[in-house]
């Protein structure tokens, strides 16, 4: 049974910095595709970063240039460095994994498995 525990959420100053770990256990297949989402206001939770199974990483362009997704060499551990948090940055950040992620993942329903959450306050 696939499980991911995220890690590393807290409260900040506006332009401060967090890092949010994730670790995953009990992949069944041997890559990953492992993703970054936030709670967001509307119905669908928000993708923020996304490293495919070819190691391929993408931002969505709120992020862009200021978090940096990456992986340990077992690819069962993703991170999330975040830099020059701002206000609307403060969210539940929850980690996803799948297989693969033929479309991109950037999109929720890609994604089978989900850790629990943590939360990231940013005060201005």
């Known amino acids: 049974q696939v499980q991911l525990v995220e890690s590393g959420g807290g409260s900040v100053q506006s332009g401060g910095s967090l890092q949010l770990s994730c670790a995953g256990s009990g992949f069944f297949y041997t890559t990953n595709c492992m993703a970054w989402f936030r709670q967001g206001s509307g119905n669908n939770r928000e993708w923020v970063a996304t490293i495919d199974s070819s190691g391929k990483i993408s931002y969505a362009d709120s992020v862009k240039g200021r978090f940096t997704a990456s992986q340990d060499i077992t690819k069962t551990v993703l991170y999330l460095q975040m830099n020059g948090l701002k206000p609307e940055d403060s969210d539940m950040y929850f980690c996803?994994?799948?297989?693969?992620?033929?479309?991109?993942?950037?999109?929720?329903?890609?994604?089978?498995?989900w850790g629990q959450g943590t939360q990231v306050t940013v005060a201005s």
């Open positions: 996803a994994a799948t297989a693969v992620c033929p479309s991109g993942g950037r999109r929720y329903y890609e994604f089978n498995h």
